[in-house]
């Protein structure tokens, strides 16, 4: 398994990214897919997920600003994210879990400036 991240860069507050994450294997359609982030100083929190049937879950912070979706033809999960907050700033990371083990991108970094 194997998870290329890409997207991130800075932006002010109120704009937006795409960050995209592409997965090698022939797993992906069948498989959850996530998106974490990771703040200086802080834990790794879960932003967003989606199943392989396409149910998502956003926490708290980020609903209705971020949107995460995949295209399985690309073998990609992507995260939406609209009205950026300095908040925002971390690293992302996606994630997925084959056979109970967790695996994870390389991460991207977002800074959102004031």
């Known amino acids: 398994v194997q998870l290329q991240a890409s997207g991130g860069g800075l932006v002010q507050a109120g704009g937006s990214l795409r960050l995209s994450c592409s997965a090698s294997?022939?797993?992906?359609?069948?498989?959850?897919m996530a998106w974490y982030r990771q703040a200086p100083g802080m834990e790794r929190e879960l932003v967003a997920s989606?199943?392989?049937?396409?149910?998502?879950n956003y926490a708290a912070s980020v609903k209705g600003r971020f949107t995460i979706s995949r295209d399985g033809a690309k073998s990609t999960v992507y995260l939406q994210m609209n009205s950026l907050k300095p908040e925002d700033t971390a690293v992302y990371y996606c994630?997925?879990?084959?056979?109970?083990?967790?695996?994870w991108g390389q991460g991207t970094l977002v800074t959102v400036s004031s």
């Open positions: 294997g022939n797993w992906f359609s069948s498989n959850g």
């Open positions: 994630n997925t879990r084959r056979f109970g083990e967790p695996y």
């Open positions: 989606i199943t392989g049937g396409g149910v998502t």
